[in-house]
C-alpha cells in the first residue's frame, strides 16, 4: 500500500480527520513506526505487550477478548481503520488490558507514543480528535453498566 494511500485512508478516520498530509507522512516516517502482517489465528496484542503503541488496523479483521484465565469474553471486533491503544498509551498501566488475534489476514500500523505526543504537539486538532475518540468510547462502555 502506497504512502498516499495510507495517508488518505488514515484521515478518515474520526482520530486522523482534519490531519495534515504532511504531518500524517511525518509520522508514517519515522523509524519507530512499523507494519506489520498477521494471518489468521496470530496474537497482534496482549498484557504481554508492554511497548506503548497506537495500533491502527489498514485491513482484515480481529477479535478483543478480555483477560480471563479460563476464557476470555469477545468484546468486540476490530477491523480496516479501527483503532487500539488509546486508553494505555499514556495512561500509567504498564500493559495493554486486551487480546487481540486475528479473525482475518490483518495488517497494522504501530505509532510510538514518543511520535503521537510530538504530533499532538504539532497538531491541536489531533488532540482534540485524540480526547473525542475517549469520551466516546467512556461514553458508550457507560453505557453498557
Known amino acids: 500500500m502506497k504512502r498516499e494511500a495510507?495517508?488518505?485512508?488514515?484521515?478518515?478516520?474520526p482520530l486522523f480527520y482534519g490531519i495534515s498530509s504532511e504531518a500524517i507522512l511525518a509520522l508514517l516516517t519515522s523509524p519507530a513506526t512499523k507494519t506489520q502482517t498477521f494471518v489468521a489465528g496470530d496474537l497482534i496484542y496482549s498484557p504481554e505487550n508492554t511497548e506503548k503503541k497506537l495500533g491502527v488496523f489498514l485491513s482484515g479483521?480481529?477479535?478483543v477478548h478480555s483477560v480471563d484465565s479460563q476464557n476470555g469474553v469477545l468484546l468486540r471486533t476490530f477491523s480496516k481503520n479501527d483503532y487500539f491503544g488509546l486508553a494505555t498509551?499514556?495512561?500509567?498501566?504498564?500493559?495493554?488490558?486486551?487480546?487481540?488475534?486475528?479473525?482475518?489476514?490483518c495488517r497494522v500500523l504501530f505509532?510510538?507514543?514518543?511520535?503521537?505526543s510530538v504530533l499532538m504537539q504539532a497538531e491541536?486538532?489531533?488532540k482534540e480528535n485524540y480526547i473525542r475518540c475517549m469520551s466516546d468510547r467512556i461514553?458508550?462502555?457507560h453505557s453498557k453498566i
Open 111 to 116: 505509532f510510538d507514543v514518543e511520535d503521537i
Open 89 to 105: 498509551l499514556f495512561g500509567s498501566r504498564s500493559r495493554y488490558v486486551s487480546i487481540i488475534t486475528a479473525k482475518k489476514a
Open 139 to 141: 461514553c458508550f462502555l
Open 6 to 13: 495510507i495517508i488518505t485512508q488514515l484521515q478518515s478516520t
Open 61 to 63: 479483521t480481529a477479535a
Open 124 to 126: 491541536p486538532t489531533f
